[in-house]
């Protein structure tokens, strides 16, 4: 069984998290652009429990990757009713809340990509600022 250099580190997870988050930044936007369209539904995306449950299933083992790589963040249709503005269920407050969020999710990921990248750089090739 050939371990890949990766498997072990946290670059699969980090990876699946900025799909998501980028996915997560188009629902809200569609959800700010069409904020008068009557009866649109407001979309969301899942994807953290799942992700958590396949960080939790791969502890221990080698094969972080394959267990993350299982899991696809979705798109999701908001099913309340509830009609926040008069015609959909798009709470532009809300909107700009998640907005924010995940904005701020999506920065702290990359840079612990960048981060990680930069260990296993210096792994790779020492530390050449000594």
């Known amino acids: ?18 799909d998501g988050f980028a996915l997560r930044n188009k629902a809200i936007a569609s959800n700010i652009a069409n904020i008068e369209t009557p009866n649109y539904k407001r979309l969301d995306v899942s994807f953290e429990k799942e ?9 221990g083992s080698v094969d972080l990757s394959s267990k993350v790589e299982q899991v696809e963040p979705e798109i999701e249709i908001d099913p309340t009713s509830m009609y926040a503005n008069g015609a959909n269920n798009v709470d532009i407050d809300q909107e700009m809340s998640e907005l924010a969020k995940n904005q701020l999710q999506f920065s702290l990921a990359s840079k612990l990509m960048g981060a990680t990248f ?6 790779i090739n020492g530390d050449t600022q000594s």
């Not at 069984?1 to 900025?18: A, G, H, N, T």
């Not at 992700?51 to 791969?58: K, Q």
């Open 51 to 59: 992700l958590s449950n396949a960080v939790s299933a791969a502890e």
């Open 1 to 18: 069984m050939e371990i890949d250099l990766f498997d072990r580190s946290r670059v699969p997870l980090l990876e699946k998290q900025l």
């Open 118 to 123: 930069q260990m296993i750089d210096k792994s």
